[in-house]
Nanobody, 117 residues
């Protein structure tokens, strides 16, 4: 069991910002590439962004490029996702997982982001 804890979600208005955090309980974040993934109601999971263990290689989905910023603080064993200019289409439960892809077996409880128009 991986045990990742996501936090920072909430109910915001279109155009607002949120900062999500992800903290592993049972492993050292600094040894892993990490990704953020989201799942909107009634839809399959969508990969959002990924960052390698050193933080010098980053990728974004086209849907969030220019609005979201992924980062990590390995000393604090924490992964972040700064989300700006939020849109209603960003409404989803957000999860973090290891690797560059979607890895359901890593998911914690997720954090709900709801963006009202």
């Amino acid at each position: 069991e991986v045990q990742l804890v996501e936090s920072g979600g909430g109910l915001v208005q279109s155009g607002d910002s949120l900062r999500l955090s992800c903290k592993p309980l049972l492993f050292d974040l600094g040894t892993w590439t990490m990704s953020w993934v989201r799942q909107a109601p009634g839809k399959g999971p969508e990969w959002v962004s990924g960052i390698n263990n050193r933080g010098d290689t980053i990728y974004y989905a086209d849907s969030v490029k220019g609005r979201f910023t992924i980062s990590r603080d390995n000393a604090k064993n924490t992964l972040f996702l700064q989300m700006n200019s939020l849109k209603p289409d960003d409404t989803a439960v957000y999860y973090c997982n290891r690797g560059w892809d979607i890895r359901r077996e890593d998911w914690g409880q997720g954090t709900q982001v709801t963006v009202s128009s």
